[in-house]
């Protein structure tokens, strides 16, 4: 009860407050989430603090997507997380709702002695080049057509892909498909596909570890996996043919070119997005809830835990380089888990 | 406690345990013995069950199709399988000779003193878990693999007509002879202590006799150890090769994890174990089934290896008389 207490409550004085009535309660609701491992960092930095906040644990288990998704239709968890957003038919067939809770940004990577970040510059054709396994050295033509000035070895490229299926990989390939009509053709966009070259590693440290350890390879990871493993990230040519470097401004920049209001269900790729400053491959990644709630408070808290989150979580996303949602994509989230969301007795669960 | 239940608890030897209690324990031992067979049964059972939509959209020609791409959903299991059997097939072929030698070191010509560390160190090797054999694989093995064991494997035997074709190609680190260099290390403890062990059941009387008669240690080892335990032999390395080819962590971290046969065995590949434990949890429909198919194949694998051992002892005893 202490929860509808909180929730009407909140706007007025959410701190010590709130803090205060749901540790009074010894009915912390706690639930659990699975999915995708690309938002992992940030959804356990947020579960950490509402926990501190509120009193409700939040389990999260950074699984992959393919299982997040398995694991909301199977209703062994609360929610699910994705970094492939699901079809209408696919929601409707398990009465799912999807919603997007953060944005982020996958780079390439590269092993090559001497190179600095963002030296090394790409655009779309040749990296789906390099993956389609056309362009087998780092002096080729094309390569060297993008860095004129930089001195490139005459050696051979390892390409790094993922062996798992991957959200990552989803909203990679789709770009490259974006980009490079023959990847299109041959291999198209999913969470696993067939590599035409390449080796591949098990999840995204497991390309950061294989790009580290292999001289002459190539990779691509979630950003926060460039960094904490101090790897050489390119700068890619954009939509509108402008070089970027992978930051967090220019996810933004990706991330506000979005037009969420006409993409049904959310669903929206961010690759290649226009704007001179947008970094070419951004992502969003989903939540997945049933539209009906077998168990009210679960529901509710689910919901809460997204809805303070997306308000106040902001900040703690943007160190880890996630860009969090804007407001007026909040707004909008939280109308559709008013009209969608229901409780065992039919009657919305939020607000 | 009285008395008399204090002795009606001491064992009595040769206490007759009663028509019950002999009844109550032949049953249960035939249920343990009989649950073996049930459980092998229902995994062959869940496993066919599983994998019946795969055969059925591929038919048999799933067994010996190379393609493995989920975005088409189209499936065939021969790159897995190919996998699967070179990188045993590498490490048994490491491992075989290497453990031998340690099992004869052991029994025939080890100093009393560095016995018990060798068999000690030896054995712990078995206790190491596997993702600790995939994680030194990776971050201590490939790149000493790739800076110089392969370049110079490339630049020797890479050179040579017929066969050279095994040994060409960049050199990734990761890829099916890293794996099965992996696998020998995790197959050697299993061979040694079984060998050493059925290397000290021949009588000494046997091998006493030989070295009386004037006959080397070689000869001693060619012609009375071997023979005299060659089953126990056999087993082990039909154990071993089971062994590898199901492993599946360590091979994982090392094989390279690509769906497509190369000519050398430098390259990159993929087994039946390691494509499980990539893409298991994230597979659906048609590729989940695919994935079971080619348990079942690995299943049948390893049967068709123990079968094979077990035909193999037959004939030789048969010979042997």
Redesign the interface.
Same mark, same amino acid.
């Given at each position: 009860m202490s929860f509808t207490v909180v929730r009407t409550l909140r706007p007025a004085a959410f701190g010590a407050f709130s803090l205060l009535l749901a540790a009074g309660s010894a009915q912390a609701v706690d639930i659990t989430g699975a999915g995708a491992t690309f938002p992992n960092p940030v959804y356990q930095k947020w579960a950490e603090a509402y926990k501190a906040k509120t009193g409700n644990a939040v389990n999260y288990q950074s699984v992959g997507s393919g299982a997040g998704i398995k694991q909301i239709e199977a209703n062994t968890v609360d929610f699910g997380a994705t970094d492939k957003a699901l079809e209408e038919d696919e929601l409707k067939k398990n009465d799912l709702v999807q919603f997007p809770a953060v944005i982020g940004g996958i780079v390439p990577i590269v092993n090559l002695p001497g190179m600095k970040d963002g030296e090394l510059k790409l655009d779309g054709a040749t990296l789906g080049g390099i993956y389609l396994g056309t362009i087998t050295m780092w002096d080729d033509a094309a390569l060297k057509k993008t860095n004129p000035t930089l001195k490139l070895p005459h050696t051979a490229i390892t390409v790094v892909h993922r062996s798992d299926g991957s959200g990552t990989t989803y909203n990679f390939t789709y770009y490259l498909g974006a980009v490079n009509a023959d990847w299109q053709d041959k291999v198209g966009a999913n969470t696993a596909v067939d590599w035409p070259v390449g080796v591949g590693g098990k999840g995204n440290d497991g390309v950061a570890a294989l790009v580290q350890q292999t001289a002459g390879s190539i990779g691509y990871v979630e950003i926060a996996y460039a960094l904490t493993n101090k790897l050489t990230y390119t700068d890619m040519m954009n939509h509108d043919g402008v070089y970027v470097e992978p930051k967090l401004s220019a996810f933004q920049a990706a991330a506000a070119n979005a037009d969420w209001k006409s993409a049904p269900n959310y669903r929206l790729v961010l690759a290649n997005q226009p704007g001179k400053d947008s970094w070419p491959i951004t992502a969003a990644t989903f939540i997945l809830v049933h539209g009906k709630q077998t168990d009210a408070e679960k529901g509710k808290t689910v919901l809460g835990f997204y809805d303070w989150s997306l308000k106040n979580g902001q900040k703690m996303a943007e160190e880890l380089l996630y860009v969090p949602l804007p407001e007026s994509l909040v707004k909008q989230i939280e109308a559709t888990w008013a009209a969608d969301v229901k409780g065992p007795d039919g009657k919305p669960l939020w607000p | 406690m009285s008395q008399a239940a204090l002795e009606a608890n001491q064992p009595r030897i040769g206490a007759h345990p009663g028509r019950l209690g002999n009844a109550l324990f032949g049953g249960s031992a035939w249920i343990f013995a009989i649950l073996v067979l049930v459980l092998l049964a229902g995994v062959m059972i869940s496993l066919i069950s599983g994998a019946w939509p795969a055969f059925q959209h591929f038919g048999v020609s799933f067994i010996w199709t190379e393609?493995? %791409? #989920?975005? !088409?959903a !189209?499936y065939g299991a021969l790159a897995p399988l190919y996998g699967t059997v070179v990188s045993s097939v590498i490490a048994m072929v490491i491992g075989v000779p290497i453990s031998l030698g340690i099992a004869i070191f052991l029994t025939e010509l080890c100093p009393t003193y560095l016995r018990r560390p060798i068999s000690t160190a030896v054995e712990l090797l078995a206790a190491v878990p596997s993702i600790i054999y995939g994680m030194w694989g990776?971050?201590a093995l490939?790149?000493l693999m790739?800076k110089y064991i392969e370049p110079a494997i490339i630049g020797s035997l890479g050179n040579i007509p017929l066969i050279g074709d095994l040994f060409q190609g #960049?050199p +990734? &680190?990761? &890829?099916l002879f890293t794996a099965g260099l992996i696998l020998s290390a995790m197959v050697l403890p299993y061979m040694v202590s079984i060998m050493r062990d059925v290397f000290e059941t021949v009588p000494p009387q046997l091998r006493e006799s030989a070295y009386g008669l004037g006959a080397t240690t070689w000869e001693v080892i060619g012609s009375v150890v071997l023979p005299y335990s060659r089953v126990g032999v056999i087993g082990a390395f039909m154990l071993a090769l089971g062994r590898a080819l199901g492993e599946t962590m360590a091979v994982?971290?090392v094989v390279? %994890? @690509? +769906?497509h046969i190369m000519k050398s065995i430098l390259a990159?590949g993929a087994t039946i174990s @390691?494509s499980l *434990? %990539? =893409?298991f *949890? =994230? *597979?659906?429909g048609l590729q989940l089934s695919s994935l079971l198919a080619e348990g079942f194949l690995l299943f049948v694998l390893t049967f068709t290896v123990i079968g094979m051992a077990r035909l193999m002892l037959l004939r030789l005893q048969r010979k042997y008389g």
């Open positions: - | 393609v493995w %791409n #989920p975005n !088409r !189209r990776l971050f490939v790149p790739q #960049p +990734y &680190g990761i &890829g994982t971290f390279g %994890n @690509s +769906y990159p @390691s *434990a %990539n =893409e *949890a =994230e *597979a659906d």
